[in-house]
């Protein structure tokens, strides 16, 4: 089944405790993204990649970190979270990055910094 | 830098209601335009999109969207809601070089 999955889907930890999320998709999609969506602020997009080795921030990167090793995985970094950034994140991909392709996107991550 | 601008949050509504939400862009590029949904407890998923030709888009369970462009919108129809399509509906502008940029959201109340 082509999906893009997260992991993990909960989290919880505290302030300063670097973390993790991992995104990975099974469609042999070129371009990754990463987007947060906080209550009356819709999705906001933290960084994108339109394909291996090659990354960009979008409008709220401060704070996150991202790698594009290999063409299916697009992992999130926050070396040191801080409660502003507890909000729901989803990894989105599609086919070429192109403006007009559909972007699919995974499940989320809510994750709560104390 | 593109934005997009989605009138109403939160809309309520009966069965067999007429719905349009409203969207509108800031963009000075080639612009493609999109609607997403989120049913409850599920992934955002495409409901259609414009890039070019007919600006009447149809896209998944009846729902249509029209690009216009001197008003710089691309507002979203339904001629007759259910109550499956309560959800939260985004509008989104994507550039072609990987940014794109989601509007506030909609949350869509249908009641039986």
């Known amino acids: 089944e082509a999906q893009v999955t997260q992991n993990p889907r909960y989290l919880i930890t505290v302030t300063g405790k670097k973390l993790t999320v991992t995104c990975s998709q099974n469609?042999?999609?070129?371009?990754m993204s990463w987007y947060r969506q906080d209550p009356g602020l819709g999705l906001r997009q933290i960084y994108y990649?339109?394909?291996?080795?090659?990354?960009d921030k979008g409008d709220v990167p401060e704070g996150y970190k991202v790698s594009r090793k290999e063409k299916r995985n697009f992992p999130l970094i926050l070396e040191s979270p801080s409660p502003n950034q507890t909000s729901l994140y989803f990894c989105?991909?599609?086919?070429?990055?192109?403006?007009?392709?559909?972007?699919?996107f995974g499940p989320g991550t809510r994750l709560t910094v104390l | 830098a593109q934005s997009v601008s989605q009138h109403n949050h939160h809309v309520i509504l009966s069965e067999a209601a007429s719905l349009e939400l409203g969207c509108n862009y800031s963009?000075?590029?080639?612009?493609?335009l999109f609607w997403y949904v989120q049913y409850p407890g599920q992934h955002l998923q495409l409901l259609l999109k414009?890039?070019?030709?007919?600006?009447l888009v149809k896209g998944i369970k009846g729902f249509e969207a029209e690009f216009i462009k001197s008003k710089f919108s691309f507002n979203l129809r339904k001629p007759s809601v259910q109550w499956s399509d309560t959800a939260e509906y985004f509008c989104?502008?994507?550039?072609?070089?990987?940014?794109?940029?989601f509007g506030d959201g909609t949350t869509l109340t249908v009641k039986p």
């Open positions: 989105a991909s599609s086919q070429t990055g192109w403006g007009s392709d559909t972007q699919y």
């Open positions: 469609m042999n999609h070129e371009y």
């Open positions: 990649s339109m394909n291996v080795e090659v990354t």
């Open positions: 963009y000075g590029g080639t612009v493609n």
């Open positions: 414009y890039f070019s030709g007919d600006p």
């Open positions: 989104a502008v994507n550039t072609n070089a990987g940014k794109s940029t």
